[in-house]
T-cell receptor, first 116, second 111 residues
Framework: GAGVSQSPRYKVAKRGQDVALRCDPI?????LFWYQQALGQGPEFLTY????????KSGLPSDRFFAERPEGSVSTLKIQRTQQEDSAVYLC??????????????FGPGTRLTVL | AQRVTQPEKLLSVFKGAPVELKCNYS??????LFWYVQYSRQRLQLLLR??SRESIKGFTADLNKGETSFHLKKPFAQEEDSAMYYC?????????????FGTGTRLKVLA
């Protein structure tokens, strides 16, 4: 594909609802990252996959957040029982390789989640 | 603690004036530094990274390890440079090479 895609682009949820956010990385990219960007802030790391293995989930803010990448390509970020503080833009990024600091990460357009 | 600081939320300059967007970092080890840019209604994209030592769209950034800074500079600002700029670092923390971002600086280039 042309780049990283994310769906939906916008999601409005009522407090307490579950949501699922999808990320399609660039084909062949080994590494996949999820970031959360609150209004007026920079993106903050949530979790990292190397192929299908979730190697780092240290940034997930609570056990209501869950991510998977079962076949090493598409990834889903799920938020259970959404709260107002979950309102943010969720960014997905992929990179070709793993294990090097200078790798460029390619970002998707993000999903803007609003919890009412 | 690992941290990236961008002290200016907004920077306004006139077209043709020099511009410098400040970035300071705190990291134990040898990080790689990046500048990402987000133009209006577009996604985050890489502008430049320290390791490449290149000039993109007239922008340069020098890593100063003594001052732990990676300021972004351009001698003559253009209106099309108006955008949100994020400084980021990456390193071997936990083996993930995740990015740590600053809070961003909005650059407005005035005609």
């Amino acid at each position: 594909g042309a780049g990283v895609s994310q769906s939906p682009r916008y999601k409005v949820a009522k407090r307490g609802q579950d949501v699922a956010l999808r990320c399609d990385p660039i084909s062949g990219h080994v590494s996949l990252f999820w970031y959360q960007q609150a209004l007026g802030q920079g993106p903050e790391f949530l979790t990292y996959f190397q192929n299908e293995a979730q190697l780092d989930k240290s940034g997930l803010p609570s056990d209501r957040f869950f991510a998977e990448r079962p076949e090493g390509s598409v990834s889903t970020l799920k938020i259970q029982r959404t709260q107002q503080e979950d309102s943010a833009v969720y960014l997905c990024a992929s990179s070709l390789a793993s294990g090097v600091a200078y790798n460029e990460q390619f970002f998707g357009p993000g999903t803007r989640l609003t919890v009412l | 603690a690992q941290r990236v600081t961008q002290p200016e939320k907004l920077l306004s300059v006139f077209k043709g004036a020099p511009v410098e967007l400040k970035c300071n970092y705190s990291y134990s080890g040898s990080p790689e530094l990046f500048w990402y840019v987000q133009y209006s209604r577009q996604r985050l994209q890489l502008l430049l990274r320290h390791i490449s030592r290149e000039s993109i769209k007239g922008f340069t950034a020098d890593l100063n390890k003594g001052e732990t800074s990676f300021h972004l500079k351009k001698p003559f600002a253009q209106e099309e440079d108006s955008a949100m700029y994020y400084c980021a670092l990456s390193g071997a923390t936990s083996g993930t090479y995740k990015y740590i971002f600053g809070t961003g600086t909005r650059l407005k280039v005035l005609a």
